[in-house]
Each structure stands twice: as C-alpha cells, then as structure tokens.
C-alpha cells in the first residue's frame, strides 16, 4: 500500500463489529511506509458520524490503534477554541492516512462530507492513503448516494444553503472512497 490505494470495489474483509485486527496492521504498515511518514504528525486521521459510531466502534478503533502505538487524530483531541476547519484539514495533511467511516447518517453531517472532500483531494494531489470502512452500510448506498444519503442530498438541495457545485463535489468524493478497498462491518449489533 504504497503512495495512494488501487481503487477496486473488492473489499479486504467483511467482519464482525470489532474492529478487525488485519485493519490495524494494514493502517500500521501504510502509515509507516508512506513516502512522506517522517514528516507527518498523525499515522491515521479518522473521519466518522459520531452519532452512529463513536461509542460503538470509533472507540475500539481508537483504543486498539493507541495500543499498537499508532499517532491518530480524532476530533475530541481537539481544544476548546481550536478553528474547527482549519485545525481538521490540517490534520489530514499531517496525517501518513485516513480511514474514512462510512454509515448510516455519515452523509447527513456536512462536516464530514467536508473532511471527505479534503482526504480525496489530498489523494489525489500527494497520493493519501485512503481507507474506507462500511460501518453497517451497504456500498452501494454510499456509491450510488441511495438511501439514507439520498435523503440527505435531497434535504440540502432543498435548504438552498450549499452551492450545487459543492454538493457536486461531496457526490462524487462518496462515489470515488466507496470505490477504495476497504472493509464492510455489516452483521453489527
């Protein structure tokens, strides 16, 4: 997993809720051999909806990164007054990768379709490491924005507060991470 990943819709496991081992290993080994690793400050930025996650997984994820040593940004490592924004694509550019969480409501926070964006971007511009995570989500939902994401679209388009072009740019950043390999966590109480 050198530089950026191959895109392929085969996914590395399909796995019960834990997070799996082989996750942690595969994020250690990225980490450490991305061409740029000496210069960054996190191995892993993680993006999540924290609603649906960070009490469940996010926090084994976490914990197991941190056992196995591995720098990770997550947004409660940020300071009261930090600048939101600036403080989280900062992160991604200091980061060796990112494993991008994707479920239920993940499309429902213009916050994290905002950290997607920048984590395609900086794949596409220096090649970061990019791995997506199907929490208890179809693919397809993420691919093809159906569901509970074409919901979601459909309620910004109505707000009028984003500009087409951007809510074009979010599309196609969920398109493009749901075509990285990865895993799928689907079978998750």
């Known amino acids: ?45 993680i993006s999540f909806r924290g609603e649906d996650t960070r009490k469940s997984f996010i926090s084994h994820l976490y914990a197991a990164f941190q056992h196995n040593k591995i720098q990770t940004f997550i947004d409660y490592k940020l300071l009261k007054g930090d600048m939101i924004s600036p403080t989280i694509f900062k992160a991604i550019e200091h980061s060796s990768l990112s494993v991008v969480v994707l479920s239920k409501h993940y499309a429902s926070s213009t916050w994290c379709l905002r950290e997607l964006a920048k984590i395609i971007e900086h794949n596409k511009r220096e090649g970061h490491i990019v791995i997506p995570v199907f929490y208890k989500i179809d693919p397809t939902h ?48």
Request: net charge positive; hydrophobic share 30%.
């Open 1 to 45: 997993m050198h530089g950026g990943n191959s895109k392929s819709s085969t996914r590395l496991a399909q796995s019960s809720c834990s997070c799996p081992p082989r996750m942690v290993e595969v994020s250690a080994e990225a980490a450490s051999s991305s061409s740029s690793s000496a210069l960054k400050k996190h191995d892993v930025f």
């Open 142 to 189: 993420v691919r093809k924005q159906t569901g509970t994401y074409e919901k979601a679209f459909e309620k910004y388009e109505r707000d009028g507060k984003h500009k087409m072009a951007m809510l074009q740019k979010w599309k196609a950043a969920l398109s493009e991470v749901s075509n990285f390999v990865g895993w799928e966590l689907r079978n998750c109480r």
